[in-house]
């Protein structure tokens, strides 16, 4: 994550440690007052739904990652990659505050180089906000 302790939303003044991507433990939100972004995003861990987290958070928090290191960077076709990658595109992007990446901190070795190409090309492609934003990915 980029920011590896955050404030859970209560009265008081507690940090509590987040990993591995999963956001929601017991209930609880983190605090957009303490934390700028979360790296990185998997949407395959419990509380971390792109469109929800968009939705609830996209205004406060920078997110970065999000793209399915295994079953869609290692396992796919180059044209399921583009595919899956515009779909991620289409919902982080809105409103800028999003770095699009693998949702893992890098490419894992074993990631066919073709399907790497087909990420980035669909990022290039489909990245930019509707708006002209160059910020937006």
């Known amino acids: 994550m980029l920011v590896e302790t955050q404030r859970e939303c209560s009265d008081s003044n507690d ?3 987040k990993s591995d991507g999963c956001l929601r433990t017991r209930g609880t939100r983190p605090c957009a007052s303490v934390v700028d972004g979360l790296h990185a995003v998997q ?10 987290l968009k939705r609830r958070f996209g205004d406060k ?5 999000g793209i399915d290191s295994h ?7 180059p044209e399921f990659v583009r ?3 515009r779909k991620v595109l289409d919902i982080m ?4 505050g999003y770095v699009a990446g693998a949702r ?3 490419i894992l070795e ?6 790497v190409l087909a990420m980035f090309d669909a990022i290039r492609e489909f990245g930019s906000s509707s708006s002209g934003d160059s910020k937006a990915c």
């Open 43 to 52: 949407p395959s861990c419990d509380g971390m739904d792109l469109v929800t």
């Open 71 to 77: 079953h869609v960077l290692i396992l796919g076709t």
């Open 110 to 115: 074993e990631t066919p180089p073709e399907n």
């Open 93 to 96: 992007k809105t409103g800028g």
């Open 104 to 106: 893992h901190d890098s």
């Open 15 to 17: 940090f509590k440690r």
């Open 61 to 65: 928090l920078l997110f970065n990652g």
């Open 83 to 85: 595919e899956e990658t």
